[in-house]
């Protein structure tokens, strides 16, 4: 007899390991997170991470649930050598852009279409990648050389032949950090970034590649203040930054989720923190450190998926695909190639 899936409640949710707990089986069975998300504490060899990947869908009846995952090249590459080689930054793409754009295009499609070879052979079906974000001078360097560029038209170009070099692969993107996290003169994992930078500025600098990909399936939410927008909430828990912004002039109807909840640029406790954004309009919240007293603080305030975030939810779920291994040595080769040129 086929199980019937158990309703999915908004929220994705990390582990604490390299295997499941059985507290961890029993929560995640009780409260059934519509995702999960992996980092480098639960990733030691293949065999283990497609275990892993296993167990979590099993707790949730075996759907074929999104396991995330941040892997951008660079720095922030949760799987590497010998699982996966070792990949340039954005800002070394963006380089090779702004020498020659098609190669630049080419470079950036490649790599992500050897990230889906990587991930999705893991089980690993969704990477918070591209970036979209557009640094300024003097901004925090949490963004830094993640970025293609500092020019909108650089980032959104080649965050698009990203996403789209992800999706020849069976592997859905996330563009983050919408509306625009490459202001922040602070870390939103330590502190809550204020941006005072006039509206229109934002429009014509900050916003524009999220416009250009905006019917992406899936973003993430950036722990800012837009003091010209709503002066008193981050995007993440604000109505106005969420209706005016993302879902209004930006124009993404998609799935948004948030930004890690546990990180400290939010304020207050964890229920409180998901609380304000389920209330802002956030589809799905984010928590990544798998600690379970945090977790089961989260679960106890994320609602089901209803409405439009069930709609969302299921047209990402209808647009997981595979990929073909046999095409895998090619690509890698063009693409040593051209970072060879670079």
Known sequence: MTQTPMPAKAMILGCSGLSLTAEEKAFYHDEQPWG?????????????IC???????????GRNAPILIDQE????????EPIAPRYPSGAELGELYR??????????????????????????????????DVPVEGASNVIGDRAYGNDPETVGAMGEAAAAGLKSGGVLPVMKHVPGHGRGMADSHHELPV????????????FPPFKRLHNELMAMSAHVVYSAIDPDHPASTSNIVIDQIIRGSIGFDGLLMSDD???????????????AIVAGGGDVVLHCNGLMGEMRAVAAEVPLLAGKARARADAVEAAFGTTDAAEEAAIRAEFDSLRATA
Do not use: Y
């Open 261 to 275: 909840v546990s990180m400290n640029a939010l304020k207050g406790t964890l229920g409180e923190r998901t609380a």
């Open 99 to 132: 020498r020659d754009r098609t190669l630049g295009l080419r470079a950036a499609w490649l790599m992500s279409r050897l990230h889906a070879f990587d991930l999705i052979r893991l089980g690993i079906n969704v990477d918070c990648l591209p970036v979209l």
């Open 36 to 48: 999960f998300i992996v980092f480098a504490r639960n990733l030691q060899e293949p065999a283990q």
């Open 51 to 61: 275990d892993l990947v296993a167990e979590m869908r099993d707790t949730v009846g």
């Open 73 to 80: 090249g660079g720095r922030v590459q949760r799987i590497r």
């Open 195 to 206: 941006v005072n930078t006039p509206l229109a500025e934002l429009e014509a600098h900050d």
